[in-house]
């Protein structure tokens, strides 16, 4: 698909120049950083736009492709383009960094400058990891995310924001390097760094098994997978509304995506052999981390927490290796990251006039801010699934795909759906229909600077519950083809035992 422009470029490199540009506005003209924010990062949404109405669905190739030689002598390019796969969390990324802007207006208070810099750059690093097919050039994007999203948490952050940056760097970090150590020996096996060219290469069994694991270390970090996921809660917890916004609806998502777009088409022996463990895991993930939202008293932890759990139904949705489990959870994840998004900053809204997270310091809220009760029910009863909203349908695919990827599997993630409505429900009454707090009985009530974002995700939150074809029709193709590698790659024994061939 060609328009007639850079489009990936100007979507990556955009919001990093804004955020360039403004360095140079002084410090003390907050309201023009502000305003300046808010105009790089709606521009960029407003660029994207073409990704939506122009992408050709009846296609697997990539799209938008830009390629132009970088470092020639190492075989480095720079290579962009999108498939069905990555197109939508491009367009996701570009509508969540608009509303984080906007959340952001006044509970941010220090280094206000400073703080909206790092958010466009954020940006343009996910777009760029979304983006990149070469392995150097992904692999930049992908380190680059950890600084801006560091000094998030660690500068603009709670009491204990130094220990969550901490940890959240060196726990990302590390699995990093592993992926790092993967893609020296992938180059040093093809001699390319083109991602598209490595998947059509075939690797022996017992080097995808070592790969598989290097990668893992970086993926299921970012997930984060059980056991790997303590950093999350605690990240969360510390972070400003954006940077938890941030983590929620895009960072964690790319530790799927890296599953999708690396580990099963560069690895398919080892991910088909490596599946029933990695859908294990994904089990537990989904009733641990249900289960533990139950023993929690901060706000913004159990909703943490609850990421772990739904992270869970990505996984196995991804791992059950068929069309309706992996449509499942791509569609998850963009649904996880509009919803739990949503409750992030239903929870910003409140923390920014109480300056608490603490479950009981709240009650009777429904009858002080009515309105807000009222978005806040409608994303509860999208995170656990209600039919007609956007929840239902993909926890319903992945849960279809899980049972016919292992009975057993599908049996107890659905019961992950019952534990989901346990605590929210739980905390819902707890929050809304208890007693007033004095603390609360004054409270203000909602703005509409406040009320747009919510709005706005709410849209989706239909739009996918009653017609999720519109978005499930982008990923078909793409899900399909990359299946049938999988399969050919798996089942085709004789070319793994031979190293590097041509086909795939």
């Not at 239903?346 to 923390?351: A, D, E, L, Q, S």
């Amino acid at each position: 698909m060609e328009i007639g422009y850079p489009l990936l470029s100007t979507l990556i490199f955009l919001p990093i120049f804004g955020g360039l540009l403004m360095l140079l506005i002084g410090r003390n003209q907050e309201g023009v950083v502000k305003w300046a924010a808010l105009f790089f990062s709606t521009l960029n949404l407003v660029l994207s736009l073409p990704l939506f109405s122009e992408f050709d669905k009846s296609t697997y190739m990539m799209q938008f492709v830009e390629r132009k030689p970088w470092i020639p002598d190492w075989g480095i390019e720079y290579y962009v383009g999108v498939d069905g796969i990555s197109v939508l969390f491009v367009l996701l990324s570009t509508l969540i960094t608009v509303l984080c802007v906007l959340i952001s207006w006044n509970s941010i208070k220090t280094k206000v400058k400073e703080f909206y810099v790092a958010l466009l750059l954020i940006e343009g690093a996910m777009i760029g990891v979304f983006c990149s097919l070469d392995f150097f050039l992904f692999y930049i994007f992908w380190e680059a995310m950890l600084i801006p999203m560091y000094l998030m948490i660690g500068v603009w952050g709670g009491p204990r924001r130094v220990y969550a940056a901490i940890k959240f760097f060196l726990y990302t970090l590390v699995g990093s390097v592993l992926m790092l150590v993967g893609i020296v020996v992938l180059y040093l096996k093809a001699g390319t760094f083109n991602i598209l060219d490595l998947s059509q290469a075939s690797l022996p069994l017992n080097l995808q098994m070592w790969l598989f694991w290097a990668f893992f270390a970086a993926f299921a970090v970012k997930v984060p997978m059980f056991p790997v996921h303590t950093w999350l809660p605690d990240a969360h917890t510390e972070a400003p509304t954006a940077g938890s916004v941030v983590l929620a609806a895009i960072l964690i998502k790319m530790g799927a995506y890296g599953f999708l777009r690396f580990s099963l088409p560069l690895f398919p022996e080892a991910a088909k052999a490596m599946a029933p463990v990695m859908i294990g895991l994904s089990v537990v993930a989904i009733i641990y981390g249900g289960l533990v939202c139950f023993a929690q008293t901060d706000l913004k932890r159990l909703i943490a927490y609850s990421s772990v759990s739904h992270m869970g139904f990505v996984t196995l949705g991804i791992f059950a290796l068929n069309p309706q489990g992996m449509e499942g959870g791509i569609l998850y994840m963009i649904n996880h990251g509009i919803v739990t998004g949503a409750l992030f900053l239903c929870v910003g809204i409140v923390y920014d006039r109480t300056h608490s997270r603490e479950i009981a310091d709240y009650g009777g809220l429904a009858s002080v801010m009515p309105v807000y009760a009222g978005f806040f029910m409608l994303f509860t009863l999208a995170s656990i699934g209600l039919p007609g909203l956007n929840g239902f349908v993909s926890e319903f695919l992945v849960i279809l795909g899980g049972f016919k990827a292992k009975k057993l599997a599908g049996v107890l993630a659905a019961t992950g759906i019952i534990i989901g409505a346990g605590y929210m429900l739980w905390l819902y009454q707890r929050v809304f229909f208890t007693g007033v707090n004095d603390n609360i009985a004054r409270i203000e009530p909602m703005g509409l600077r406040e009320a747009l974002p919510l709005l706005l995700l709410s849209v989706f939150v239909f739009w996918i519950g009653v017609h999720p074809d519109t978005f499930l029709g982008f990923m078909h193709e793409s899900v399909n083809h990359l299946l049938e590698g999988v399969n050919y790659g798996a089942s085709d024994t004789m070319m793994a035992v031979k190293g590097l061939t041509g086909g795939y």
